[in-house]
């Protein structure tokens, strides 16, 4: 088998040949060659987390009008490596009445919850972790890890600033999650199957052109997720002086910074997993596992940079506001599309190509049209109770 066509397949059966000609029995030699391409896999991830850092401050220095890292090596690539010294030289302090164990596992949980979300990304057509025919269902259970880890941070710390920034990102997640799941549905709807590589072989049309409604909900579930502007209520330097990991230094601290930077881009590969056809470009992938692995990593690589681009662009809101637009808004469009979905599936599915894209794209813009008109109507009930006990207050003057 050519090493370029299935590169995963050829190395992987080298280093086994490699370890029974040791006298190692088959099966631990298979068990090691796994645990081998895992660390891998970690390994690269972590070499692109620190060049995120980079990417991330120097996009938003451009952003503000600013230069960015550029003293340490050309272009200030060196910088995050200084960073990472830095932290790891700092004092490493623990606060007088934390639950040292639960305190010190959150920073390890925090990073673990994005890294196994990689077992089921499909890189290639031949290179992909873990086939489950429930990857969808995957990313959501194991993506809820990293809330569960900042609810860790947030309760050991022994701060009630901590408990405060905790607190808020449970209620984001509660609230969030149900609208992603639901526009994972559609995904689902179109491949028939919950699969990611299933969904992505099937994406002859991408399926944002089918639903880009859902591809929007999903975005903006996806950044409620990460705890990113406009949603950052976990963090909060007016008020909580920094959040849910104020008592945290060092790498301590750089591994929750770190795993925040990894699951953006992350969610920026899912996105271009479920809406914008993964590691299929024109035929491309079929050339190089490698240019499918550069085709998806690109992809991810703009979700990643919208997400950049929403967090340095909008003011962060209040939490009230948070609920009502999730609440109120976000989950009834959410839950409407994936009826009005399934309902177009199934009869148009028999349809030329052309009718059934028509169709779908046509229903996204009619449930679209008609949230708006709902929020249209609401804020002018809302403007209207506003100004009469305006008037009222003003009246009594």
Excluded: C
Excluded at 153 to 175: D, L
Excluded at 254 to 278: D, K, N, P, V
């Amino acid at each position: 088998m050519n090493f370029w066509n299935d590169p995963l397949k050829v190395a992987a059966d080298w280093l086994t040949g490699i370890f029974v000609g040791w006298g190692m029995n088959d099966v631990f030699a298979q068990v090691l060659v796994a645990f081998l391409g895992i660390l891998m896999l970690i390994t690269i991830l972590m070499v692109v987390d620190i060049f995120l850092v980079w990417i991330e401050r120097k996009v938003v220095a451009r952003f503000q009008d600013r230069i960015g890292p550029n003293r340490l090596g050309p272009f200030g690539l060196i910088q995050p490596f200084a960073d990472i010294i830095k932290l790891m030289i700092k004092e490493d302090t623990t606060p007088d009445g934390a639950d040292k164990v639960v305190y010190n596992l959150a920073p390890m949980l925090s990073m673990m919850s994005v890294l196994i979300l990689w077992a089921v990304v499909p890189l290639a057509p031949v290179m992909l972790g873990v086939d489950l025919n429930a990857g969808a269902l995957f990313i959501i259970a194991a993506g809820s890890i990293g809330t569960l880890s900042i609810i860790m941070a947030g309760w050991s710390s022994n701060n009630k600033f901590s408990v405060i920034g905790a607190f808020r990102q449970v209620a984001v997640m509660v609230s969030f999650e149900i609208p992603m799941l639901a526009t994972l549905l559609i995904p689902t709807i179109f491949a028939g199957s919950m699969g990611m590589n299933a969904i992505i072989q099937s994406q002859d049309i991408w399926f944002v052109l089918l639903s880009p409604l859902a591809a929007l909900i999903f975005l903006i579930a996806a950044i409620a997720e990460l705890g990113r502007a406009p949603f950052d209520l976990a963090e909060g330097e007016s008020e909580l002086v920094s959040g849910y990991n104020i008592e945290y230094s060092g790498m301590k601290f750089g591994m929750f910074y770190a795993g925040e930077l990894l699951h953006a881009f992350t969610f920026g590969g899912f996105w271009a997993i479920f809406f914008f056809g993964g590691y299929r470009f024109f035929g491309l992938e079929k050339v190089s596992p490698f240019l499918a692995i550069a085709i998806i990593l690109f992809k991810a690589l703009v979700g990643y940079w919208v997400i950049m681009w929403v967090k340095y662009t909008v003011m962060r809101i209040r939490i009230d506001q948070m609920l009502a637009f999730n609440w109120k808004f976000l989950t009834p469009v959410a839950f409407v599309l994936v009826m009005v979905t399934a309902l177009m599936n199934a009869l148009l599915r028999d349809a030329s190509s052309w009718l059934f894209i028509t169709g779908m794209l046509l229903s996204n813009v009619i449930v679209a049209w008609i949230s708006l008109e709902f929020v249209r109507s609401a804020s002018k009930k809302e403007r209207e109770r506003v100004e009469g006990v305006k008037q009222v207050v003003e009246a009594h003057h």
